[in-house]
Every structure is written in structure tokens, then in C-alpha cells.
């Protein structure tokens, strides 16, 4: 069993800064690219950063020179700092993982945390 949970939502004014934190937890063997998602009411849920397992990093073009995606493969966590925060970045985010297991070594498989709020007030 694998879980993923993320935690560091809340509300914040603008221009101020928050860090989420995403750990995964359970019969791991091995973890890929981990994955921060945010969806606003009434949108799609857009792709806001990655980070490869050899720490290569992609960000959404919105969020650049604001957000760093940083992971610690010893605690299996991926953070998102957030910093400069907008009220268009109020959304609820979700944390990504590609993982494999130990029953299932050479199979990854997408996990996906429960969500985190994320209010900026202008």
C-alpha cells in the first residue's frame, strides 16, 4: 500500500509566501517524477511543476521565478515553495507521484494526494 499525502495549505496575502510538502509513505521500492497539480473552482487542473527523480525541474510558464519545486529522496517528500503569491494561485493543490512498489518493482503507477487549499487574498 502506498500513500501520498500533502500538507502547508492555507491563507495568505498577497505577495506572501507559503510551502507545501508532499510525502509518500508505504511499500516503497522506487519513486519517479513527483508532480505538483493545482485545480481553481471551475477550471482544469493544470500542471504547476515537476521534478525528475535526477532533479530536473519544469515549471508552468505563470508560475516561474515564484515557485521551486525541490524533492529529498531520503524522506520521499517533493515541497513547492511558493513566494510573490497571486490571487489567480488560489486553488487547491495536489501533490503526483510515480511509484513503484515492492510486490511490483518493475510497474509504476501514478499516486495522488488528497489536496491541500491554497488561499491568497488580495
Known amino acids: 500500500q502506498v500513500q501520498v499525502v500533502e500538507s502547508g495549505g492555507g491563507l495568505v496575502q498577497a505577495g506572501g509566501s507559503l510551502r507545501l510538502s508532499c510525502a509518500a509513505s508505504g511499500s516503497i521500492f522506487s519513486i519517479g517524477a513527483m508532480r505538483w497539480y493545482r485545480q481553481a473552482p471551475g477550471k482544469q487542473r493544470e500542471l504547476v511543476a515537476d521534478?525528475?527523480?535526477?532533479?530536473?525541474?519544469n515549471y508552468l510558464d505563470s508560475v516561474k521565478g515564484r515557485f521551486t519545486i525541490s524533492r529529498d529522496n531520503a524522506k520521499k517528500t517533493v515541497y513547492l515553495q511558493m513566494n510573490s503569491l497571486r490571487p489567480e494561485d488560489t486553488a487547491i493543490y495536489y501533490c503526483?507521484?510515480?511509484?513503484?512498489?515492492?510486490?511490483?518493482?518493475?510497474?509504476?503507477?501514478?499516486?495522488w494526494g488528497q489536496g491541500t487549499q491554497v488561499t491568497v487574498s488580495s
Open positions: 503526483n507521484a510515480e511509484v513503484s512498489s515492492i510486490r511490483l518493482k518493475w510497474t509504476m503507477r501514478d499516486y
Open positions: 521534478i525528475t527523480s535526477g532533479a530536473s525541474t
